[in-house]
T-cell receptor, first 111, second 115 residues
Framework: LAKTTQPISMDSYEGQEVNITCSHN???????ITWYQQFPSQGPRFIIQ???TKVTNEVASLFIPADRKSSTLSLPRVSLSDTAVYYC????????????FGQGTELSVKP | GAVVSQHPSWVICKSGTSVKIECRSL??????MFWYRQFPKQSLMLMAT?????????EQGVEKDKFLINHASLTLSTLTVTSAHPEDSSFYIC???????????FGQGTRLTVV
C-alpha cells in the first residue's frame, strides 16, 4: 500500500474553503484515493473517493492531477462542525475495507 | 450508507479480566470485518482481519492469544481482550466494506478502560 503524507494540522475560519493536500508518490496504477473524516471518539466516516481528475459529491471535492502523485480534498465553506481529523488513504479500491491509516490532518475551524 | 454497530460504546474493567466487544453489520452481510485500535492523538492501527467461518488474520505484533476474534456469522464479529491490562486501554473500532464501491463503513468505536 502506498504511503501517504499530509500536513499534521490546519487552521481555518468558518465560511472559508479548506484544501488539504496529500502526497502519495508511490501510488500504483490500480490504486484509488480515498478520504475519511473522524470526529473524536467516533469511527471514521467515508467522505470521497477518486481515481483521476476531479470528483465531487455533496460534501467535498477531490482533485487529482494527471500524475496522481498527490490529491487535494476541498471542503467548501467550512463550519465549526467540520473540525475533525481527515485521513487520506491510497489503495486498490478500498482494499475490501482493510485500510492502512497515515497520521491524518487535524483540521480546526474557528469562529 | 451501510451501518456498522459496535457494542458496548464504552467499558471499564478490572485488570486481569476479559472483555468482549461486538461488531455487527446491520443492513448487509460482511464476510470480512476489520478491527482497529486507536490510542489518544494517534491514527488507527489495523489489528486483524476477521473472516467469517475461519480464523482471523492478525497484523504483525498483535498477539492472537490476547485478542481473540470470532466471526461466527455474516453479520457479527467479536473481539475479546483477554486478561486485560491498563496498557490495553484504547479505542477499538471495527469496519466492514459494502456497496458497489466497496467503501469501508466503521462502527462508532468502543472505549476500553482497564483499571
Amino acid at each position: 500500500l502506498a504511503k501517504t503524507t499530509q500536513p499534521i494540522s490546519m487552521d481555518s475560519y468558518e465560511g472559508q474553503e479548506v484544501n488539504i493536500t496529500c502526497s502519495h508518490n508511490n501510488i500504483a496504477t490500480n490504486d484509488y484515493i480515498t478520504w475519511y473524516q473522524q470526529f473524536p471518539s467516533q469511527g471514521p466516516r467515508f467522505i470521497i473517493q477518486g481515481y483521476k481528475t476531479k470528483v465531487t459529491n455533496e460534501v467535498a471535492s477531490l482533485f487529482i492531477p494527471a500524475d496522481r502523485k498527490s490529491s487535494t480534498l476541498s471542503l467548501p465553506r467550512v463550519s465549526l462542525s467540520d473540525t475533525a481529523v481527515y485521513y487520506c488513504l491510497v489503495g486498490e479500491g478500498n482494499q475490501g475495507g482493510k485500510l492502512i491509516f497515515g497520521q491524518g490532518t487535524e483540521l480546526s475551524v474557528k469562529p | 450508507g451501510a451501518v456498522v454497530s459496535q457494542h458496548p460504546s464504552w467499558v471499564i474493567c478490572k485488570s486481569g479480566t476479559s472483555v468482549k466487544i461486538e461488531c455487527r453489520s446491520l443492513d448487509f452481510q460482511a464476510t470480512t470485518m476489520f478491527w482497529y485500535r486507536q490510542f489518544p492523538k494517534q491514527s488507527l492501527m489495523l489489528m486483524a482481519t476477521s473472516n467469517e467461518g475461519s480464523k482471523a488474520t492478525y497484523e504483525q505484533g498483535v498477539e492472537k492469544d490476547k485478542f481473540l476474534i470470532n466471526h461466527a456469522s455474516l453479520t457479527l464479529s467479536t473481539l475479546t481482550v483477554t486478561s486485560a491490562h491498563p496498557e490495553d486501554s484504547s479505542f477499538y473500532i471495527c469496519s466492514a466494506s459494502a456497496g458497489a464501491m466497496g467503501e469501508a463503513f466503521f462502527g462508532q468505536g468502543t472505549r476500553l478502560t482497564v483499571v
